[in-house]
Nanobody, 120 residues
Framework: QVQLVESGGGLVQPGGSLRLSCAAS????????MGWYRQAPGKQRELVAG??????????NYADSVKGRFTISRDGAENTVYLQMNSLKPEDTAVYYC???????????WGQGTQVTVSS
């Protein structure tokens, strides 16, 4: 059984930082395309950051709105993916979801989400 468990969300002031974690079981995150998505109230879920499988070079990609502020990383030994978020803005407020995708075998898994609120 595959589980993705996000943690690290919370309330932070504008300009602050948070680090989200996505701990996986049942899969090896190194061999999946991993992504962080977010969904704000009344808006569609959007990709924030992604990291390719190690077999695809572990390249990363970011939404324009978070480039230079957010960093996605992966620890294969811990089987965990992280999202370091710096210089947070109120518009970053959303529920953040972890995703694991392996298109060749049509596998796509989601975590339950963690709330991030940026407010003074």
């Amino acid at each position: 059984q595959v589980q993705l468990v996000e943690s690290g969300g919370g309330l932070v002031q504008p300009g602050g930082s948070l680090r989200l974690s996505c701990a996986a079981s049942g899969i090896r995150v190194s061999f999946y395309k991993m992504g962080w998505y977010r969904q704000a109230p009344g808006k569609q879920r959007e990709l924030v950051a992604g990291i390719a499988a190690i077999t695809s070079g572990s390249s990363t990609n970011y939404a324009d709105s978070v480039k230079g502020r957010f960093t996605i990383s992966r620890d294969g030994a811990e089987n965990t993916v992280y999202l370091q978020m710096n210089s947070l803005k109120p518009e970053d407020t959303a529920v953040y979801y972890c995703n694991a995708n392996y298109a060749k075998v049509a596998q796509d898994f989601w975590g339950q989400g963690t709330q991030v609120t940026v407010s003074s």
